[in-house]
């Protein structure tokens, strides 16, 4: 057994963690599940070898794609998320007392389970929150059947590959929105352009039928190697007009204390690099 973690996600270009000490691997019902610790990133769950999150960098990703749209939306009550088996996602959601309930849409019952043993720093507490509803399914079916209602829709799933693929189709999108709220928002996880500019472009172009506002965001996640890594936003309402002023009175108001997320960086976000810029469709 190698003493080093390497990613097979791209077919050029490798990252490898460290194992400093080997926790756990073995195969899921829908994954191969690892998780190890790694002197300068704590406890990493991998899926498939490739970096889900890990304690030490988890907060930027997890605060991007939760504050930006709950701070942009100003009046968010219901909030979908699709996938998100650590629970760091609903850690940083949960943590607006103005939500009522989060319904965490996940595939596989040994993330989470394996999460709340094992990686209880990420979510927190959140699994206990009275808000959270976990239900355990595939996110495409869950979306095709819902009522919606959702406020604001956080797809934080794997890569277009396996279980995740299906979360990145234009069928997929297309039920998201009808879930959504007037003036609801749609966020996404969607890799890193630098490597995976495709996979962002075809989202856009989804995003670009479907929306009267479509864009994406950035910030970067040093475990998601590669550069910057992109959201993209979806939403018919004029959310992304906010003021910085309006924004920063809204994150007082939340009272939250992101170590990454400021209403500044959250505006800047969205300013795209040419190399990103011509990604898009
Ligand atoms: N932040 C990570 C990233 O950017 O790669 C994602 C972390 S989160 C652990 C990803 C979760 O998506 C996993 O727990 C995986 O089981 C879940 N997932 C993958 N495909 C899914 C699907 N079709 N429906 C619901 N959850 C899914």
Redesign the pocket.
């Known amino acids: 057994m190698s003493d080093w973690s390497t990613e097979t996600l791209h077919d050029d270009y490798r990252q490898s963690l460290k194992i400093d000490r080997l926790l756990y691997d073995s195969e899921t019902d829908?994954?191969r599940l690892k998780l190890f610790e790694n002197k300068t990133f704590g406890r990493v769950?991998t899926?498939d070898d490739?970096v889900?999150?890990t304690e030490g960098d988890n907060f930027i990703?997890h605060e991007m794609l939760s504050h930006v749209p709950i701070l942009s939306h100003g009046a968010a009550r219901r909030v979908l998320i699709?996938?998100?088996?650590?629970g760091g996602m609903a850690r940083e959601v949960l943590k607006h007392d103005a939500i009522d309930e989060v319904v965490m849409?996940?595939?596989?019952a040994g993330?989470v389970e394996f999460s709340r043993e094992f990686l209880p720093g990420i979510s927190a507490g959140a699994f206990d929150d009275p808000r959270l509803k976990l239900v355990i399914a595939?996110?495409?079916e869950f979306i095709r059947t819902t009522e919606g209602g959702f406020d604001v829709i956080i797809v934080?799933?794997?890569?277009p590959v396996g279980?995740?693929e299906?979360?990145f189709t234009d069928h997929f999108y297309g039920h998201a929105k009808r879930a959504l709220t007037p003036g609801g928002i749609l966020v996404t996880?969607n890799g890193v352009p630098f490597l995976q500019g495709a996979e962002l472009t075809n989202t856009m172009r989804a995003f670009k039928a479907l929306f009267a506002d479509w864009t994406c965001y950035l910030a970067t996640v040093p475990t998601?190697a590669g550069g910057p890594m992109a959201f993209g936003w979806g939403t018919d309402g004029a959310a992304r007009q906010v003021s910085l002023e309006e924004l920063e009175a809204r994150f007082a108001a939340a009272a939250i204390s992101p170590d990454y997320y400021t209403p500044a960086v959250h505006q800047g976000a969205f300013a795209l690099p040419g190399y990103v810029a011509k990604l898009m469709p």
Not at 105 to 108: A, M
């Open positions: 829908h994954q769950l899926l490739v889900q999150v990703y699709i996938g998100g088996g650590d849409v996940e595939i596989d993330v595939d996110g495409a934080d799933s794997t890569d279980p995740g299906v979360l996880q998601y």
